[in-house]
């Protein structure tokens, strides 16, 4: 089984310190983390994807999305995957 927390951000400029904050003080949830945005420099986009691979309890993965979620801009989806077996 893997859970994955999707997080879009919009307003990175905004957001993205309080995200950090977020992400840093769960950090030991996080097993793979990937960043995504478009542009670069002075393109630099406004708006962002965040892929999670977490591990834990499930309570504690809900709160983590929870708090993610209080942030202006911010929105997220838990996703559980399993293997047919």
Known sequence: MKNVL???VDHR???AV???????AWGCLIKTRLGLHEG???DC???GLIICEL???????????????LIK???S???TLKFDS
Request: charged letters at 35%; zero cysteines.
């Open 6 to 8: 999707l997080i879009l």
């Open 13 to 15: 400029k905004d957001a």
């Open 18 to 24: 309080n995200v950090q904050k977020t992400l840093t």
């Open 40 to 42: 670069v420099q002075k």
């Open 45 to 47: 986009s406004e708006h």
């Open 55 to 69: 591990v834990g309890e499930d309570a504690q993965l809900e709160e983590l999305k929870r708090k993610l979620e």
């Open 73 to 75: 801009g911010v929105s």
């Open 77 to 79: 989806k838990l996703v």
